[in-house]
Every structure is written in C-alpha cells, then in structure tokens.
C-alpha cells in the first residue's frame, strides 16, 4: 500500500471505508443463493460435475469486496476433520460430481498435513478426476507457498490452482516465486479477478494486470467477475455496460490467452452468466452481422448443409 494515497488500489481492498454502511435492500447477505443449494454442512453443489467444498472460513486476508465476508471471520469455523464428514460422505454418493473444487474461507491457510488429508480422502474416491484450489495466498501470503505445501498437494489427481489477482501492482517477486513454485509442480494456473470501481475499473488497468498474469506468472485469467450484490458494496459496482465496454477494448489490445470470460452470477443460485461483450450486431437467418475488433461491421454468411 502506499500509504500517501487514500485512493490506493490495493488499500481499498483491504481497509473499511464507510461507504461499506451504505446497505441497498436489493443487496443480500447471500448473493449468489449458495444456501440453497447446500444440501450438507461446507459443501454447495449447483451444478451436476463439480461442488464446493469450504475447509475453513479463514482467510490470509479479509477483502472488503468478498461475496462470502458473512460467513468469515467466525473463529469456530475453521479446519476440523468431523466438521467435513458429512460433506466428504455427499460427495462419495454422488458419481455424477468429477471436480471438488476447495474453497473457503482460503484453503491454503490450512497446516501442510490438513491439506494432505484432505487430498488424500478425496483422491480415494473414485469418480472424482479433478481437485480446484480457489485461494489468495499466492497474492497476500505467498511465503506459504512452501515445498511442504506444494508435495501436500501432488497426487494422482490434475491440480487446478485458481488465484485472485485483481490489480497488477499485486505481481510481486514474491507472488512470481509462488506461482513458479505451483507450476513446477504441474498444476494448472488460472486466476480470477472482480471488477471493482476505483480499483480496476479501467482497460489500462485491466490489460497490464492479464497481460502480466500469463506472461510473469504463467496463471491464465479465467473469469472477471461482476461485483456480486453483497451487502454493503455499491460503492465497488460497476455498470454491466461499462464492463462490457471494458472487455470490447480488451479483445483488441490482449492476445486471446489473455482474455478472461466476463461472467455475473446470478442472485438466486441459478449459476453463472457469461456476460459479452456482444459481437452480434444483426442478423436475418443464416445471414449476420458481426462487429470486429475495431468496431467496424461485417457481414458473414453461414454455408451449411440446409442452406445450399
Ligand atoms: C462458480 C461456481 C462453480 C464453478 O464454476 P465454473 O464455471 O466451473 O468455474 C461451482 N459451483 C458453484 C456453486 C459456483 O458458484
Ligand atoms: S481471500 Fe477470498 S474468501 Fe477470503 S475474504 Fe478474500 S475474497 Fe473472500
């Protein structure tokens, strides 16, 4: 943080500001429904292959932007084994789920042998292909991403590590040393950012950081999530419409492995929406209109079987 500016990308992630009292009664403690589908304790499961699993509610650090900040902070929620039974019992008599994807609370808080455990009671279900680590660490704590850590880790299964960088003052030596650590490993590294006003809200802003995130970290920029209506967060939020524009520059200035998908997910539990920019500027049955890069406009003429 540098502590001379008050408008400091990484300090208004962390510190309180009072706007935070300012709640809208369209705002909800659980934004994205997650409780309804949370058929047993720290699990959610909405979509059939994959679930949540919530191994503590601690994090390294508490950001003021988090959708979950209502269910953190309570110091009887973070690791045990017999807390986990039930959820680990679901995910056993569910065949249809092929990724557990740990989440929290910041999973890589946990002692080198808790994750080991956890590893190695998902890895003796069978039906399970792929274990997701959704954690901050490498941005806040990277000194935890220890040898010990990354061996806890390695096992039979693929390791998708998702990180949340949202601004590239946050691509440190020390992130870079952590990341390098995890891909040495072999897993897969993407990251995930919210866009948040006075933060990232500029396509400068946002091209440094997923220019840098692949070409420094090797972390592929998976989702820019639209702020979520946390109670509390007006402040953060961003139009649709400016984020949208936002992603429209993008897609001419980044390579494509660079561009994340722009994604909202939707109050109410029905999942994520991904959110444009929309290329479509008109069409009249197999005949379109596409937009390109630049923003001039195209028609395109779809030859297939049916209409020869
Ligand atoms: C976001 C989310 C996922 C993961 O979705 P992906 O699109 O696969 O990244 C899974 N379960 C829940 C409940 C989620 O909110
Ligand atoms: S690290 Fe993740 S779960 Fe923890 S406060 Fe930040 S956004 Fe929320």
Known sequence: IDWDDPEDPIRLQVLP???????????????????????????????????????????????????????????????????????????????????????????????????????????????????????????????????????????????????????PREITAEAEEACRRLRKAGFVLLNQSVLLRGVNDDTDTLEELFRELVYRLGARPYYLHHCDLTPGLTHFRTTIDAGMAIMRELRGRLSGVCQPTYVLDLPGGHGKVPLGPNWVEGREAHRWLFADWNGETHPYEEVVPETR
């Open 17 to 167: 500001r009072g706007a935070e009292l300012d709640v809208d009664s369209r705002e909800s403690t659980d934004p994205i429904g997650d409780l309804a589908h949370s058929p047993v304790p720290r699990l959610t499961h909405r979509y059939p292959d994959r679930a949540l699993l919530y191994p503590t509610y601690q994090c390294a650090v508490y950001c003021r932007h988090c959708f979950r900040k209502e269910s953190l902070n309570d110091g009887n929620r973070g690791f045990s084994a017999r807390a986990l039974e039930p959820a680990l019992a679901y995910v056993a008599a569910h065949p249809e789920l092929r990724e557990i994807i740990l989440t929290g609370g910041d999973p890589l808080l946990l002692a080198d042998r808790e994750v080991r455990w956890i590893r190695e009671r998902l890895e003796a279900i069978p039906h399970l292909r792929l274990l997701r680590v959704h954690t901050r660490i490498p941005v806040v704590l990277p000194s935890r991403v220890t040898a010990g850590l990354v061996e806890a880790l390695e096992g039979s299964r693929m390791v998708v590590v998702v990180t949340h960088f949202n601004h």
